[in-house]
């Protein structure tokens, strides 16, 4: 099936998803999401985007940005390089990460500008990852409250009000609400969360995905097995975790 052309944005904004091939673990701990932040703000200076939101999740990366300098797909490319390079440096390994293809969807309106930021911030909410938004440590909820670092927190604001404390308020009272937002077309719901799979993982004696791969197949597909057995763990969300294939799992 041949691939759409992407739809050109009038106002150079985009919301963008960048996700695991197979929807693996893009993350396996806090320096692996300090380090693609990092690069995040690098690029910043080299494309000259500016960046509105970001969301880091375990397998997959939300992020606002308005294209400048370079093309949104340039950017992207740039980022994901580089995050590969390291990526597969720190933890031995050779090849592809991020799905080839990133999704994206344009963002034309002040309206919609606010409910992509909603639906970015409250992603680990809706996932099972954290009981509230402020708490989250890898999205840019809290650069919009505090003093911003890699965030162009302006646009957003000025929405609410030219008044930077009315401003935050109304932001926060928005991030908020109850919303049934859905963006991408991405669900990001599980029965159970894959932190709760991960846990079972090191339960077991597993503490990351990389010993996963390494150990003898016969006590991988042993310990694959005994998670496959728990209520509400799918084929699906154990592909995407371990990154082994769906049909290899099915098997065992």
Known sequence: MPRHARKKSESDIFHVMMRGINKQTIFEDDEDRERILETIERYKTVSEYEIYGYCLMNNHVHLLMKETKELISTIIKRICSSYVYWYNWK??????????????????????????????????????????IKEYKWSSYNEYINEPTIVDTGLALQIFSTNREKAVSSFIAHSNEKSED???????????????????????????????????????????????????????QLSRITGISKSVIDRI
């Open 182 to 236: 859905k963006c991408l077309d991405y669900d990001e719901k599980n029965r159970l969360t894959d932190n709760d799979v991960r846990k079972y993982f090191k339960n077991l004696g597993i503490k990351n995905i990389r010993e996963l791969q390494q150990i003898d197949i016969s006590k991988r597909n042993a310990i694959i097995k005994e998670i496959k057995a728990i209520k509400y763990v799918t084929i699906r």
């Open 91 to 132: 933890y031995e390994r050779c090849g592809h990460l991020f799905q080839e293809r990133y999704k994206s969807e344009t963002v034309e309106n002040e309206g919609y500008l606010l409910t992509v930021l909603r639906y970015i911030h409250q992603n680990p909410v809706k996932a099972g990852l954290s009981k509230n």
